[in-house]
């Protein structure tokens, strides 16, 4: 068995080859999985504000398994995210997973770092690998889904809230540019969300938003946005978005960041964004059957809005930590 990067220039067959054993890794994992044109995405371009890079294992011809690791370019310059480490089910327990986690141990040290993080499935064998090799506990989240086939519309029209004071803008696809520097000022307000011990607040520099932006339409994804706004002076509150991959299958949607920063709260304007952003996806996406969310289990507000909108529990998950 060899460990090979893959070059992001020239991914040839080893990309496509990772994404399916991603694909068999996770095959019975409930929930929506990363499309393959948003992992080649991520690979070949990288992540808003962090370089990436990706290598597997191979034996012979065959793609057995491989990582993916993220690392911060503006902040959190001690760690690195371990975004994927799999190995193709039929090869499990064969030593490749520890093998790709000493590789990516040391491409973390190689580039001056601390600190590994990671996430698994609360449980599941990539938690008991994870605590086996020296991985700490770090944060708690999970994940919740709502049934759109099945939710109350007509009680979730009677929570909408109207605040006095605020308009609400909304946008599909990527934001103009004329927008982007409110959105650099929302992404801070997610700084306000828990986060592991030793992790720092995320910049959000105007390239980087506008990179951002620009994977939406490389990754071939269609985003619905909305923005709440202060009308006495037009200062941006907050906004929340929700995606959806085309080549995604099982009718699923993601909602993504929600925020409202510190200074418009208690207008409930979190209930609002999301609630108009759902009316607004139901109208215009007949065929979108479930919307996803992800939030730390500590997020008792976030939650408490999710499941008076309906959302229910699927499955918990865990951060890890490893210092190297």
Known sequence: ?????????????LLPALHDAFVAAYAGQPGPLWSRRRFEVDVTRGFPGAEVEAHVAVDGDEVIG?????FPVHENL???????LVVRPERQRAGVGSALLAHAVERVRARGRRLVLSETQAGSDGARFASARGFTLSLGEARRVLDLRAADWDGLRRML??????RVERWLGPAEPGLLPDLATLLGGMNDAPRGEGVEESRFPLDSVRFAEERIGLAGETVYSVLARRISDGAPAGFSRIFISPDVPGGWAAQADTAVLAGHRGHRLGLLMKL??????RESEPGV???ITWNARSNT?????NEAMGFELLDEWNDWRLDV
């Open 1 to 13: 068995m060899q460990i090979q990067r893959i070059d992001p220039e020239r991914p040839g067959r």
């Open 66 to 70: 491989g990582t993916m690791l993220a």
């Open 78 to 84: 001690h760690l690195g995210r371990l975004a994927v």
């Open 161 to 166: 809230p109207e605040p006095a004071g605020y």
């Open 276 to 281: 108009t952003n759902l009316f607004w996806l």
């Open 289 to 291: 059957e479930r919307v």
């Open 301 to 305: 507000h976030m939650l408490a809005i």
